[in-house]
């Protein structure tokens, strides 16, 4: 290192720490990034790479980008799940002796991001970790812009810790006492646990550390540790650690909560198009985040949920309420992001202008509240500070309109401070008497173009145009300053002005930026207050969005019981049919139980509709468990403890999986862990394989669920020969998706009626997708041979030759010049549609686009 500059050495000394992160190193106003950090940068970020002289033989790489817009591309590198440290300048260059001094100051991570412009407003941004103790797994997360905490603690293999900790769609993992590393999609970083075991919890949250088992403990040590790590400053703001038991809620794993689309889409990973899209009428922030969490783990708790449920049924009768309710929360800002900018010290004077703005909100919200009669909004509401102090503090304090920069003075109202208010007045009187100099001066020296200026570099002067330099008084201007058309003076007047003025400024802006500091610390020691308010206002905000969603879709109330029955009338899939707009959703009925009804098997042919309606029951479990409305005529609902879904057709190629094990594998799951209470989605067991394998395994699956699980089951199939389980297996019942041949084409009717299929419709199928005639003709002649018992690969009823040599035009005639040029379009996105990465809502999505395409044109 001895060969390179003292700079670059000093880069070289800090880098080494940070191995695993960009260096963003502060030289004056750019941050650079050199040698491999460079070349990786200009790539990921898109900026020019150039090269410096740094000692060495050759050009060192480098690149850089302003530090004023600095945020925008750390922004992008951590959206790309790198890491970034931050390196400032910590001494004033001008009084260093040898190379700047430089540090550190913070490492900015996916799962550690603060700042607004880096976070989704109504997604939190969670850090979690998962460490492993004597065969216990702690999982521990966070998001530390909201300061929320969680931990809960699992016996069990490292599989279920790790879908627990996904759960939480962490943007960073952390992993203690982990002996391999896992292929995961989301940034991970490895802690040894010696490093961290007894540390963080005892230091910060004294007597609850002695609350937690080992494993728990450990996890949250972990999580403590990297975040002290990072961050180097004090995080007051995170609350204090909620424990849970995962059985609290409804348990999904991963496969099941991308399936059933809860907050994003399959296809391109979406919000628009989920069931979070559809119940998103919340009108805050972190309302939006709530109704995330509460649709990401359902209650399995009745008495929780039926005052949910009454709130909810309270909201959407009174249209009033609810209307003044939403008009009173958008009012409201981020009231949890804000608490956190302003304990970590980051808070700007809009920030607390926007605070003191919410709060101001909170006694008519309080009030409104308080004159309904639901015991759950009654009690939101009577526990809800209003925060009084902390509003005429912030009154009497900051000014209505402040700049968005602490630095640039005017943040601090008049009367506030006895001896700033001395300073604004002398600030005020000397721009006074500045201002009136200039007509004074005019007047002695009989020069009417003179004027009085200032610039930043010589300050105030007296400016006197080349034609009238001969009326300059002698002595008493001083020339400071020459130009091509005009002189530039000042007077020992001015002069001593100026430096009052100047003084008075310089005094004026530091001591406004003292005040604020202590204005927004006064403000930090009331964070758990502003806290729990928030907690209570989001609570409100996702039940008034729930009542607004079931008052405009007709959504009616689930009766929850404990009988095990899952009874719908008219049941409709909840997004399908917001997507549907204006065309009429066809309503399905459901009854199940776990006596002579607790296997549905599902038969008809593929598009009819069998996973929509698979989907839908599990829809409204979820709709019914978070304490929603759900859409249907009537809904008599038993809570579940776990929903499993084997629903459309994925490999695995980077884990080695091909479709047909990964089908196995979520199937497996399903059965290892499923109960009595569970529902469980099966779609098309055994079709990867060959078909008496396919059907063998179908049956078996169907029997052990049967006779080992009792769990309620959807299951969906092509193997009509399983149809007869019914008569030899209580509780299996054939339910099947209607359609009819009109004129030789199939009409899927969408509906799901008793009794099974009397054909799968295959070849119909096939041939909406336009499959070449000749292929569709002879698979119904193969067809035919199998239904009558004889043997396709003998039968001479048409030669092959004949068959495959006949030229495609004389089998199928293509009319010429029939279709719109919309239609032809139309046509050929049909023929590219790849079914197998198609979801049903995506089908009926593209259909109504379709439809709707044809009516314009």
């Known amino acids: 290192m001895a060969q390179y500059t003292p700079m670059i050495q000093q880069y070289l000394a800090i880098k080494r720490d940070y191995p695993d992160t960009f260096l ?48 925008n591309y750390i922004a992008e590198l951590l959206k790309k799940g790198y890491k970034v440290a931050v390196c400032e300048q910590v001494e004033d260059p001008k009084s260093a002796k040898g190379v700047v001094r430089r540090e550190v100051t913070k490492v900015i991570t996916p799962g550690t991001m603060m700042e607004g412009k880096w976070l989704s407003d109504k997604e939190n941004n969670y850090l979690v970790a998962v460490a492993e103790e004597n065969g216990s797994f702690g999982v521990a997360a966070c998001d530390m812009s909201t300061g929320e905490m969680y931990a809960t603690s699992l016996l069990g293999r490292k599989e279920a810790a790790l879908d627990e900790a996904m759960q939480y769609r962490p943007k960073e993992l952390i992993l203690a006492g982990w002996n391999s590393e896992l292929k995961k999609d989301v940034p991970t970083s490895y802690i040894d646990k010696s490093d961290v075991d007894g540390l963080a919890v005892d230091g910060q949250y004294g007597a609850l550390a002695k609350e937690l088992d080992p494993a728990m403990r450990l996890g949250v040590n972990t999580l403590l540790h990297y975040i002290g790590a990072t961050q180097k400053r004090s995080l007051a703001h995170m609350r204090l650690i909620k424990r849970y038991d995962a059985k609290q809620y409804l348990q999904m794993d991963g496969f099941s909560r991308r399936n059933l689309e809860l907050t994003e889409t399959i296809r391109d990973k979406s919000k628009k198009g989920s069931l979070l899209w559809l119940l998103d009428r919340t009108e805050t922030a972190m309302g939006g985040r709530m109704l995330r969490r509460w649709i990401e783990r359902p209650l399995v708790n009745k008495t929780e949920l039926e005052a949910r449920l009454d709130a909810v049924s309270h909201l959407k009768a009174d249209l009033l309420l609810r209307t003044d309710l939403r008009t009173c929360l958008d009012q ?216 607004t969603v079931s008052d405009e879709r007709g959504y009616v109330r689930p009766e929850l019981v404990t009988s095990g029955e899952c009874i719908i009338n008219e049941g409709r899939h909840p997004v399908v049919e917001a997507v549907l707009e204006r065309e009429k959703y066809v309503a399905n009925d459901v009854e199940m139980n776990q006596k002579d009804r607790q296997i549905l098997l599902i038969t008809g042919p593929n598009m009819a509709g069998k996973s929509t309606y698979m989907r839908q029951v599990a829809l409204l479990v979820v709709m019914a468990q978070i304490g929603c409305f759900v859409p249907a005529k009537q809904a008599r609902l ?95 019942v054939n339910v099947n998706a209607r359609c009819e041949e009109r004129a030789g084409k199939l009409l899927f009717l969408h509906k799901i009626e008793p009794g099974r299929a009397d054909k799968s419709y295959g070849i119909h199928v096939a041939e909406l997708a336009e499959m070449p005639n000749q292929v569709i003709e002879r698979a119904r002649e193969i067809l035919s041979s199998l239904e009558t018992g004889g043997h396709p690969a003998h039968d001479q009823q048409m030669s092959l030759e004949t068959l495959w040599s006949a030229p495609v035009a004389a089998v199928r005639e293509e009319p010429a010049n029939l279709l719109s040029p919309d239609e032809e379009r139309i046509m050929v996105e049909l023929r590219e549609l790849d079914l197998n990465q198609t979801t049903p809502m995506d089908a009926m999505l593209k259909l109504f686009q379709w439809k709707q395409q044809l009516k314009k044109g």
């Open 332 to 547: 409201v800002y981020d009231l949890e992001r804000l608490a956190g900018r302003i304990s970590y010290g980051n808070a700007n004077a809009r920030d607390l202008i926007q605070l003191r703005l919410s709060l101001e909100s909170v006694p008519e919200l309080k009030r409104l509240l308080l004159s309904t009669n639901a015991p759950v909004l009654s009690e939101l509401a009577t526990g809800m500070d209003e925060c009084a102090d902390i509003v005429a503090f912030l009154q009497t304090a900051l000014v209505e309109d402040p700049p968005v920069s602490v630095r640039e003075g005017g943040l601090i109202r008049s009367g506030y401070d006895d001896y700033l208010d001395k300073l604004h007045t002398a600030s005020r009187e000397g721009k006074t008497w500045i201002a009136q100099l200039e007509q004074s001066e005019r007047e002695a020296t009989g020069i009417r173009s003179l004027k009085v200026g200032y610039n930043k570099v010589f300050g105030y002067y007296i400016e006197i145009s080349r034609a009238n330099l001969g009326n300059v008084p002698a002595g008493r201007y001083e020339r400071k300053q020459t130009l091509a058309n005009a002189e530039r003076f000042i007077t020992p007047e001015l002069k001593e002005k100026e430096s009052l003025i100047l003084e008075a400024e310089e005094k004026l802006i530091e001591l406004e930026y003292q005040l604020f500091v202590q204005i927004r610390n006064e403000v930090a020691r009331h964070i758990p207050r502003l806290q729990e308010l928030a907690e209570r206002i989001a609570a409100i905000d996702v039940l008034q969005s729930f009542a």
């Open 24 to 71: 963003f190193f502060r030289l004056g106003d750019f941050y650079e990034l050199f040698f491999d950090d460079a070349i990786q940068a200009s790539r990921e970020l898109e900026i020019t790479l150039t090269g410096r002289e740094g000692g060495g033989d050759e050009k060192i790489p480098m690149c850089g980008v302003p530090h004023h817009s600095a945020d």
């Open 638 to 732: 038993s809570l579940v403890d776990q929903i499993f879904t084997r629903i459309g057709a994925a490999d695995d190629l980077v884990g080695g999986h091909s479709t047909f094990m990964v089908e196995m594998l979520e199937t497996k799951h399903a059965l290892q862990k499923a109960t009595a209470q569970s529902l469980i989605l099966l779609d098309e067991i055994g079709r990867g394989t060959s078909t008496y394998d396919g059907m063998a395994l179908a049956q078996a699956v169907i029997e052990y669920i049967q006779q080992k699980i009792g769990a309620k089951t959807l299951f969906s199939t092509h193997y009509h020969e399983l149809t007869g389980l019914e008569d030899a297996l209580p509780g299996v």
